[in-house]
C-alpha cells in the first residue's frame, strides 16, 4: 500500500475529513454559544435540548445520516460533527457565562451596549475556553469521522479497518489504528502550538 500510494490517498481522506469536521465544529459552537448569550429566553429553552442530545450515542445517529444523506464525504462530516458539536456548544456557553462581571459591568457603565461586551470582554475573555475545547474536540472529530467510515465509505482509515477485519488482515487493521493514533497526536500538538502561540503573545 505504501508503493502504490492508496496509504496515503485513504489517510488523505480521513485527515481531510476530521479536519473539515472540526472547525465546522468550532465555528458553529461559538456561533450557537453566541446565540444563547444573547438571548437568555433562547438559552433557558435549549439548553437542556442540548444536554440531551449531547448524551445520546453517537453511533446510532449514523444510520439516520446514511438514509437522509446516503454514502460518501458529506454523511462522514456530519457524522464527525455530530459527535462534538453539542458538547462544544455547552462547553463555550458556559465559557462566555463565567468571564469577569466587573469587565462586563464597566462596559456598560462607559456607555457599552451588549455588542461592545461581546466583541471586548466575552470573546477575548474566552479564548482560553475556546482552546482547551478545540483540544477535546479534534479527538472527538476524528472519532465522529472513524464512525462515519465505518459505515459510509469506501475510503478512509476507518474503511481500511473494516475491510481487513472482514477478510481477516489483522496487519491492515493494526496499521489503521496506529495510524490513526499518530493523526491524533498530530492535530492535538497543533492545537497545543497554537496555545502556546497565544500565551506567548499575551
Keep these: 500500500m505504501l508503493k502504490d500510494g492508496t496509504l496515503f490517498s485513504n489517510l488523505g481522506i480521513t485527515l481531510c475529513e476530521t479536519v473539515l469536521s472540526f472547525l465546522l465544529v468550532i465555528l458553529i459552537g461559538i456561533l450557537c454559544a453566541t446565540l444563547l448569550w444573547y438571548s437568555k429566553s433562547a438559552s433557558e429553552i435549549l439548553e437542556p435540548y442540548l444536554v440531551i442530545l449531547n448524551s445520546l450515542p453517537k453511533s446510532a445517529l449514523a444510520p439516520l445520516f ?14 464527525g460533527i455530530s459527535v462534538a458539536l ?12 463565567q468571564v469577569d462581571e466587573e469587565k462586563i459591568k464597566l462596559i456598560y457603565t462607559l456607555g457599552g451596549k451588549k455588542k461592545d461586551v461581546y466583541k471586548k470582554v466575552i470573546l477575548p475573555g474566552s479564548i482560553p475556553t475556546i482552546l482547551s475545547t478545540m483540544k477535546v474536540n479534534i479527538g472527538l472529530a476524528l472519532v465522529g469521522v ?3 467510515e465505518f459505515l459510509a465509505a469506501r475510503r478512509g482509515l476507518g474503511y481500511l479497518i473494516i475491510y481487513g477485519s472482514q477478510v481477516f488482515q489483522l496487519n491492515l487493521v493494526i496499521t489503521s489504528i496506529l495510524i490513526l ?3 491524533a497526536m498530530f492535530l492535538y500538538q497543533c492545537i497545543q502550538q ?7 503573545h499575551l
Excluded: P, Q
Design 86 to 97: 453539542f458538547g462544544c456548544i455547552i462547553s463555550l456557553y458556559t465559557g462566555f457565562r
Design 194 to 200: 497554537i496555545e502556546h502561540w497565544y500565551k506567548k
Design 181 to 183: 493514533c499518530l493523526i
Design 146 to 148: 472513524i464512525i462515519g
Design 66 to 79: 446514511i438514509v437522509w444523506l446516503g454514502t460518501g464525504m458529506t454523511t462522514i462530516i456530519v457524522a
